[in-house]
């Protein structure tokens, strides 16, 4: 078995170490992460200059790129074997309902799915790392279940892990995202030099954390795993679509 791993915290932050570390018993481990922090880089590519890949002291594989940019060298140009899965994370904080759509972490992941591969996101929901050694405990049971009862096809499932010890844990829960509030206002500053310049809010507090979604699970304790999907069509407006563009086809 061999899997590669990936995250948007950097090659040297602690949640992709106690992943690594975990896995190594279950697989070959390969990894190939961003140099830097790329929190927030969603699935962006680096079009615009070449990328650099550098070998790290502790044997990790790091590019001056996005996550997005790790996996897809990683799978395009790097790996002489097709991994079996591709896991990113640990995450320093959440990535439940709407952060998908931003998260660097999840992006990684997506970039294993779009090549076929069964992909893995973990995010610990408290930044911070604290008890990040149970995190990465439930991380390596979900791996191996993945491993030795694959899902059918190529899955991308997101997983966030409470913050409580391993013995407070109430289980794993399959969920859907919930939905939060629009993200707090931005911060404006000023530079040294007198330039007006912004800070990007906090996320906003969860709108939709009803019975059943990823934020509820968190709430009471449990693991939450949510299998995702990249089709962004909005399928029941397909007709009402067809319909409102008919008079733009006849003139």
Same mark, same amino acid.
């Given at each position: ?8 915290? +950097? ?43 550098? =070998?790290?002291?502790? +044997? ?16 395009? +140009? ?30 990684? @992941?997506? #970039?294993?799915? *779009? ?8 995010? *610990?929901? @408290? ?6 050694? @149970? ?13 030795? =009862? &694959? ?10 892990? &409470?913050?409580?010890?391993?013995? =407070? ?15 707090? &206002? ?8 007198? #330039? ?14 009803? #019975? ?35 008079? *733009?086809?006849?003139?």
């Amino acid at each position: 078995m061999h899997i590669l791993v990936s995250n948007d915290d +950097g090659y040297n932050a602690p949640g992709l170490e106690a992943l690594v570390a975990v896995l190594r018993d279950l697989a070959d481990i390969t990894v190939v992460a961003p140099e830097v922090n790329h929190s927030g880089a969603s699935n962006s590519l680096t079009l615009s200059r070449p990328l650099a890949v550098r =070998q790290a002291p502790n +044997g990790f594989t790091y590019v001056n790129g996005t996550p997005s940019d790790c996996v897809h060298v990683a799978l395009t +140009g790097l790996l002489d074997r097709r991994p079996d899965l591709v896991v990113s994370g640990i995450n320093n904080g959440a990535n439940m309902g709407d952060d998908t759509l931003y998260s660097g972490t999840v992006a990684a @992941a997506a #970039e294993g799915y *779009l090549f076929g591969i069964p992909s893995i996101a973990f995010s *610990l929901v @408290a930044k911070g790392w604290s008890n990040l050694d @149970a995190a990465a405990q439930l991380a390596k049971k979900i791996v191996q279940q993945q491993l030795t =009862q &694959p899902l059918a096809g190529a899955s991308l499932l997101n997983i966030n892990f &409470p913050d409580c010890p391993l013995s =407070q844990n109430k289980g794993v829960m399959a969920t859907r995202l919930g939905k939060r509030h629009p993200s707090q &206002p931005v911060v404006r500053s000023s530079t040294p030099y007198g #330039e007006t310049v912004y800070w990007i809010g906090p996320a906003g507090a969860a709108n939709d954390a009803t #019975e059943g979604t990823d934020f509820d699970a968190i709430h009471n304790g449990y693991v939450s795993v949510t299998p995702l999907r990249l089709d962004l069509t909005q399928h029941a407006q397909l007709t009402d679509v067809a319909s409102w563009v008919q008079p *733009l086809c006849n003139g």
